[in-house]
């Protein structure tokens, strides 16, 4: 591997920790070079504070007494591009010029419009060396959430359910059966604290009484999502415990009950995927994990709103019941997860 990728490769371990902590920001690492040495490094670490090229030139400050120096003489290596407007905090692209760091690597361009190509633009114009598209398409990966919610005005979408060894999804009676086993339960908890909401459909919540929450795991429970055209579900139900903000699609009401928002839609007939998903882009959700039921799985697969699923299949077979969902896609990846398998799949653009 060529040096610049290492260093790289840093940046985007770095980024990667501010999983779950971060949205609506990207997630980005910066690693700062002296003589082959990392001398300072940094990642974005929660929405609102200080950003990765920050952390990074203050723990170079901080370490060193001739810092002033040493910058003077170092790369800094940036996942993505630095920023060059004023939001929570000042551009990171001034901060590169004002201590004079001569060399910029830099992993993939920004895609947000107050961002895209003008911090590039800063830093040339400033006489910064650069080098830009260091494993380009693993930066955009590792971004996917922020980089679908620009382009495509609406949150990275994340489908994810289990089936029986014979492709079913559920009881045919709507009652609640493990297909699974605990290591997968524990892996999609540690999903939900990535991502910023979780949806589900009515059945779900009337089948299972969800806490929807990430109880065998670390970091933040994320907002749900609860698709209740009439209102039919009991308000005594787990998804209404206030304890973390709840949307509720339907067509009876718009209103704010403590952590609970009611959202009516004009159109339950047609296009509830997209009204739901305009309204979460509007919200600053960047990324939605949806477990169910299947009627709801498949209203966005049909829709064609998706872009990843997370398959599990278990071991038993039940010979009949509610048919799994039927997805077509690039496949991404299979692996064991206990005595589960999970396969990956990729809605890619054709």
């Not at 004079?100 to 190509?117: A, H, L, N």
């Not at 495509?152 to 089936?163: F, G, M, N, S, T």
């Not at 290591?183 to 919540?205: C, F, M, N």
Request: aromatic fraction near 8%.
């Amino acid at each position: 591997m060529a040096i610049h990728e290492i260093y790289m490769q840093r940046c985007l371990d770095l980024a990667a920790l501010g999983a779950g902590r971060v949205s609506p920001n990207p997630m980005v690492g910066a690693v700062i070079v002296h003589n082959g040495k990392i001398i300072g490094e940094g990642y974005h670490q929660k929405y609102g504070e200080a950003h990765a090229e920050v952390n990074a030139v203050n723990m170079v400050v901080a370490n060193y007494v001739n810092h002033a120096d040493l910058l003077k003489q170092s790369t800094i290596y940036v996942s993505l591009e630095p920023c060059a407007h004023y939001g929570k905090t000042p551009p990171c692209a001034n901060l590169i010029i004002k201590h004079q760091i001569p060399r910029v690597v830099i992993g993939c361009r920004d895609p947000f419009p107050q961002v895209d190509g003008k911090g590039i633009e800063k830093l040339q114009a400033a006489g910064v060396e650069l080098i830009v598209g260091v494993l380009e398409k693993e930066c955009q990966w590792l971004n996917r959430r922020f980089f679908t919610r620009v382009q495509k005005q609406r949150p990275y979408i994340i489908l994810k359910w289990a089936q029986t060894a014979d492709g079913f999804f559920g009881p045919a009676d709507g009652s609640q059966r493990w297909i699974t086993g605990p290591e997968s339960r524990r892996l999609v908890h540690q999903w939900r604290a990535e991502e910023d909401a979780i949806l589900v459909g009515k059945k779900t919540v009337m089948a299972d009484d969800p806490q929807l929450s990430v109880r065998y795991a670390e970091g933040k429970s994320p907002k749900r999502v609860i698709i209740d055209r009439r209102l039919a579900l009991s308000t005594t139900l787990n998804v209404f415990d206030q304890s973390v903000e709840t949307l509720i699609f339907n067509e009876v009401k718009t209103d704010i009950e403590g952590l609970n928002k009611y959202i009516a839609l004009e159109d339950f007939d047609r296009f509830v995927p997209q009204y739901i998903l305009f309204q979460l882009y509007l919200q600053d959700i960047q990324s939605v994990i949806i477990e169910g039921g299947a009627y709801t799985l498949n209203q966005f697969i049909e829709a064609g709103l998706w872009d990843e699923a997370r398959i599990f299949t278990g071991a038993p077979v039940w010979k009949n019941g509610v048919k799994a969902p039927v997805i077509m896609g690039a496949a991404a990846g299979e692996y064991n997860v206990g005595a589960d398998s999970l396969k990956v799949i990729l809605n890619l653009p054709t």
